[in-house]
């Protein structure tokens, strides 16, 4: 089966760091995504993973492990407009597919 | 440049009836999926189609069914409608080359309700 695990909802701090994690189990895999969606708009591409490590871009950084079946999004120097939902999803292999979790909805407090 | 435009942005249709949504991708892309978005979760896949062809196929009923045009813009067509299509319709396209190769560009998506 292919299933894609990450927490609802979590809150931070204006300024701090928040880490959210996605953990998934899929047939085939051939990359994992990180969208951001803010309430009402289109997804947005944030971060592309194929290769184990860490992808820094910015005040983003995403990190695979494919043995583990992991990945987390890391957002730095929180920022109001950074509330929204955050998507992870996993491509099938040889498809353009998306498989998507549930989202976690982050919550920026001042 | 501009992104992937959806049409019509809402829709309220009434149960039974069919709805026809489309999609013009970015310049250049020639693959574009559809996804169905309920509230509070995630986008669920239904189709992906490359130079005219299906390349792969959702988890939904024979009533959703999908084209694409020479032009690369597809539309997504929905018969005899149910209270539980009620959602949000996202359109995405991909090149098929460069370093973005991989990425799906998504679409603001048309909000679909059903009475």
């Known amino acids: 089966g292919q299933n894609i695990d990450q927490p609802t909802e979590m809150t931070a701090t204006e300024g701090a760091i928040v880490q959210i994690n996605c953990t998934y189990q899929t047939s085939g895999f051939n990359g994992l995504f990180w969208y951001q969606q803010h309430a009402g708009e289109a997804p947005t591409f944030l971060s592309y993973?194929?290769?184990?490590g860490l992808e820094e871009k910015g005040r983003f950084s995403s990190f695979l492990s494919r043995s583990k079946g992991y990945s987390y999004l890391l957002l730095k120097e929180l920022q109001m407009k950074d509330s929204a939902s955050y998507l992870c999803a996993v491509r099938s292999y040889n498809t353009d597919k998306l498989i998507f979790g549930t989202g976690t909805r982050l919550q920026v407090f001042p | 440049d501009a992104g992937v435009t959806q049409s019509p942005t809402h829709l309220i249709k009434t149960r039974g009836q069919q709805v026809t949504l489309r999609c013009s991708p970015i310049?250049?892309?020639?693959?574009v999926s559809w996804y169905q978005q309920v509230l509070g979760q995630g986008p669920q896949f239904i189709f992906q189609?490359?130079?005219?062809?299906?390349?792969g196929r959702g988890n939904f009923p024979d009533r959703f069914s999908a084209r694409q045009f020479p032009n690369y813009s597809s539309e997504l067509n929905v018969n005899a409608l149910l209270l539980g299509d009620s959602a949000l319709y996202l359109c995405?396209?991909?090149?098929?080359?460069?370093?973005?190769?991989?990425?799906?560009?998504f679409g603001a998506g048309t909000r679909l309700s059903v009475l």
């Open positions: 189609y490359y130079e005219k062809e299906e390349r």
């Open positions: 310049s250049g892309h020639k693959s």
């Open positions: 995405a396209s991909s090149p098929d080359r460069g370093l973005a190769k991989n990425i799906q560009y």
């Open positions: 993973n194929v290769l184990d």
